[in-house]
């Protein structure tokens, strides 16, 4: 990528998280006016209202996958789409706010646009540069932390040894999955007040904003649970290793888990998809609230 083209899609991304800010969060009450209207009426201008006081969000969660070679502004626009879906698919009258249910539609068709775009950045098909794709960073960040341990060996060497490649693959897919990091500290425009963190994130929650999370957080993870106890063994393991792991496994490593073929794994994943759409589609079950994940 040429020095003009990375200024011009930098100035591109910083122009499109600028505008997005501008746009206010809706309250708890409006969301719910604006959804009721979309599900009674079908009216489209509360659906893009829906969508654009939500965009922040789908910024915030692509950030967390700039690492991978990709332009940011691609995996937002993919994120946009899982956005959209959500949107579409959002029942208000489960109890948890829109953005709750949206996560999981956002980080899927991040995840899977990241996996389309395997060929594009020369990442190679094989089993064992897939798995190098998605464990490298986390792996060699945490060698890094370890390194100050005299006992722990934390040389490419060794890290190459611990994921099971050559020296060479994992040079060659650092240098691919190197990435210049945006900083969220700068301004959104030259003179500007605000920083691009500024748009990111809430304002810090009130007490009564803290609760109604954490309630939210139960009605979802009641209907997960509901959804998880009809799955069988492979249904589950699809769930907790690609649909909901940070790092997701692929269809292929996948199928050569249970000895089965890459379209048989993209079965039992479309099968879990639509178990969990119907779950989300029953009444909400709440957990015991020490069952709830902070």
């Not at 190197?178 to 691009?196: E, I, K, N």
């Not at 810090?204 to 509901?226: H, S």
């Not at 769930?239 to 909901?244: A, C, I, K």
């Not at 099968?271 to 009444?283: N, T």
């Amino acid at each position: 990528m040429t020095t003009a083209l990375a200024l011009h899609q930098d100035s591109e991304f910083r122009r499109y998280v600028a505008e997005v800010a501008r746009t206010p969060l809706l309250s708890r009450d409006e969301e719910l006016t604006l959804a009721r209207r979309l599900r009674d009426e079908g009216d489209v201008a509360a659906a893009h209202q829906l969508v654009v006081s939500n965009l922040r969000f789908v910024v915030k969660i692509a950030y967390e996958y700039r690492g991978y070679g990709l332009r940011l502004l691609d995996l937002v626009q993919e994120g946009n789409i899982g956005l959209m879906k959500a949107v579409k698919k959002f029942d208000p009258e489960k109890g948890y706010r829109l953005i709750s249910y949206a996560v999981w539609w956002i980080r899927a068709h991040i995840h899977d646009y990241i996996m389309r775009s395997w060929s594009l950045v020369k990442l190679g098909a094989g089993h064992v540069r897939r798995k190098l794709f998605f464990k490298l960073r986390s792996e060699k960040s945490r060698f890094e932390q370890l390194a100050g341990d005299p006992t722990h060996d934390s040389s490419d060497a060794a890290l190459a040894l611990h994921l099971g490649v050559s020296e060479s693959d994992l040079a060659e897919m650092d240098v691919r999955m190197a990435a210049r990091d945006f900083s969220l500290d700068a301004p959104v425009a030259v003179g500007a007040d605000s920083s691009h963190l500024d748009a990111m994130s809430e304002p810090e929650p009130d007490q009564e904003a803290a609760l109604g999370a954490k309630e939210e957080r139960r009605l979802l993870q009641g209907a997960l649970a509901d959804a998880a106890s009809d799955l069988d063994e492979k249904e589950r393991f699809v769930l907790e290793s690609r649909l909901l792991a940070d790092e997701p496994a692929t269809l292929a490593e996948i199928g050569d888990h249970f000895g089965v073929s890459r379209e048989r794994a993209r079965q039992i994943e479309t099968r879990v998809i639509g178990k969990l759409r119907d779950a989300m589609q029953r009444p909400p079950r709440l957990l015991p609230h020490a069952a709830v994940a902070p």
